[in-house]
Nanobody, 125 residues
Framework: VQLQASGGGLAQAGVSLRLSCAAS????????MAWFRQPPGKEREFVAG????????SYVDSVKGRFTITRDNAKNTVYLTMRSLKAEDTAGYYC???????????????????WGQGTLVTVSS
């Protein structure tokens, strides 16, 4: 599976952006998909995840109620809709694919075999 992230850019605080992650490969629909981010000078963190069917999602507390992860298996694409952006959302955003199923609090611990190249989101306050 190859992943290509896009949709980042410069945004003012309070607006919305939608990131996309297009996957190649026929097995996309069998993978748990997730978005991670790495702010400047900080470690990478899990942001959101979605199971292969889209039936279960998970979010880091700092984005709950503002970010939504969805997927379209027919288009081999996973999305991250980010609303009410804050300066602290500034980061490189990376999509990732795991053959393991996300549940409970294990999402950040899954084995993510495939990673996209990242797309930069810069939020000005």
């Amino acid at each position: 599976v190859q992943l290509q992230a896009s949709g980042g850019g410069l945004a003012q605080a309070g607006v919305s952006l939608r990131l996309s992650c297009a996957a190649s490969g026929r097995t996309f629909s069998s993978y748990t998909m997730a978005w991670f981010r790495q702010p400047p000078g900080k470690e990478r963190e899990f942001v959101a995840g979605i199971t292969w069917s889209g039936g279960r999602t998970s979010y880091v507390d700092s984005v709950k109620g503002r970010f939504t992860i969805t997927r379209d298996n027919a288009k081999n694409t996973v999305y991250l809709t980010m609303r009410s952006l804050k300066a602290e959302d500034t980061a490189g955003y990376y999509c990732a694919a795991s053959p393991e199923e996300g549940y409970g609090s294990n999402w950040s611990l899954l084995r993510y075999d495939y990673w996209g190249q990242g797309t930069l989101v810069t939020v000005s306050s």
